[in-house]
């Protein structure tokens, strides 16, 4: 079959979706099918083979991009798969399937649309408008987790058109991230010797804002007695708050901003570290794809408990779950993996164990290739 996968971000943006829809593709392409990646950008290119049509966005904002080409461009395809949400692309596809009702349309919806302010009116309001009707359209609607779905924004859509639904997790290349030994030229890189290490992985920008490191920051400035640092792996226009932050804070020694990283290089930083910390605040945090490539890694994690990421993480078993903008109790377990280096490594080891099992690519593959084939 031909299938369009239709996504707001891509490689090299650090951001979920974007990686998400990389491997679908990926995956898809390799039982067979297809697959070609709609993406808003100014240039056509190739992406370790596999074909990505980046389209020039009459209007864009963020991760918004308004693509009306979307409306021609997938005439030609069995399938399209969009990436929900993506605001300028959601409605196109909306549009397209009432202009084309024979055409067929998966949704993965990843998240919902949160933020405060004039913001989070402008996305209180979508969601009152957009987002039931992209729904709605869809023939199948992949959720990464029923119980993030539950409490999401699209519950009581859920609830009246249950069949539409399938819970399919997201998954990680387990022969990609895997245990690795330490890499001595990027502890030198950036000046690390000694201690533990804590990893932050994410897009440092407004729009990944729910995140929560200023939570982090505020926890490990409690911690003065052990011996550790923490590195955060991303780039973006809230990165110079972080740093004012760990100046007003008085730990710019304890902090190590590497800016963004090559793909290839990323398993190398969850190797280095002891283990990651995802201090997310809301539920703009729906599942949390780089606790998988953590525990790929062989590394624990703690995690905020909230919907779909609770499913994650097995409390006591990989790792830890705090309530959220809980600085104590994230400064409390951040000690407890300091001082308890069998504990970090019993975790991790069956964290890996977990991933392999449960959200290696593969597995997800056959579940996906299984519902384009034969549910829909």
Known sequence: MRIAEVVSTFPPYLGGMGNVAYYNAKILSC?????????????????????????????KYDNAAFLPQLLWKLRPFHIIHLHHPFIGGGEIIWIFKKLFPRSKVVVTYHMDLSSSGFRGSIFNLYNKIFTPR?????????????????????????????RKFVEIPLGVDVNYFKPLPINK??????????GKIILFVSTLD???????????????????????KLIIVGEGNLKPLYKKMCRDYKIEKKVVFVGKVKTEELPFFYNLSDF??????????AFGLVLLEAMACGKPVIASNLPGVRTIVEEGVNGFLVKPKDVEELRK????????????????????????????????????NHLFLYEI
Do not use: C
Not at 43 to 53: H, M, P
Not at 185 to 194: A, D, H, P, S, T
């Open 333 to 368: 377990k951040i000690q407890l993996f300091l001082s308890h280096p069998n504990l970090v490594q019993t975790f991790g080891e069956k964290g890996r164990e977990i991933v392999v099992k449960k959200y290696n690519w593969e597995v997800i593959g056959k579940r996906l």
């Open 206 to 228: 407004k729009a990944h804002y729910f995140k929560g490191l200023n939570y982090l920051l505020l926890a490990i400035q409690g911690i003065k007695t052990l011996n550790f």
């Open 276 to 285: 990651l910390v995802m201090s997310s605040i809301n539920k703009g945090e």
């Open 31 to 59: 039982f067979g099918h297809k697959v070609a990646i709609f993406i808003p950008n100014i240039k056509k290119r190739k992406y370790q083979n596999l074909e990505v049509k980046a389209l020039f966005p009459l209007i």
């Open 134 to 162: 992209i729904i709605g359209i869809a023939d199948k609607i992949i959720v990464t987790t029923l119980d993030y779905a539950r409490h999401s924004v699209i519950k009581d859509l859920m609830e009246r058109k249950k």
């Open 185 to 194: 030229q990027l502890k030198q890189r950036f000046n690390i010797n000694g």
